[in-house]
Nanobody, 121 residues
Framework: QVQLVESGGGLVQAGGSLRLSCAAS????????MGWFRQAPGKEREFVTA????????RYAESVKGRFTISRDNAKNTVYLQMNSLKREDTAVYYC??????????????WGQGTQVTVSS
């Protein structure tokens, strides 16, 4: 089992930045694809970005491309999401997830509890 805990969310003004962290425990995530997803009120959970186990490949949703960056530190069992130039429409609960295989849908095996990101105008 992999336990995931997100942190770093909060309230930020539009145009600002936040860095989310996802700390894993229970098992090393070095062999897992890691993803970030988000869910806004009244909307379905959506893919934001994912990174392969060794960091060689990443994918981003079009809505965040060029503004968000995913990275990982397998030695620290942690994944990060750097979010720049935040917009109001980025407001959502952000979830970290782990999966054995690389995918960009929500069928990940392990999920964190989420962290709230609120972007004000």
């Amino acid at each position: 089992q992999v336990q995931l805990v997100e942190s770093g969310g909060g309230l930020v003004q539009a145009g600002g930045s936040l860095r989310l962290s996802c700390a894993a425990s229970g098992r090393t995530i070095s062999s897992y694809t890691m993803g970030w997803f988000r869910q806004a009120p009244g909307k379905e959970r959506e893919f934001v970005t994912a990174i392969t186990w060794n960091g060689d490949n990443t994918r981003y949703a079009e809505s965040v491309k060029g503004r968000f960056t995913i990275s990982r530190d397998n030695a620290k069992n942690t994944v990060y999401l750097q979010m720049n130039s935040l917009k109001r429409e980025d407001t959502a609960v952000y979830y970290c997830a782990a999966n054995q295989y690389f995918r960009i849908d929500t069928n990940y095996a392990y999920w964190g509890q989420g962290t709230q990101v609120t972007v004000s105008s």
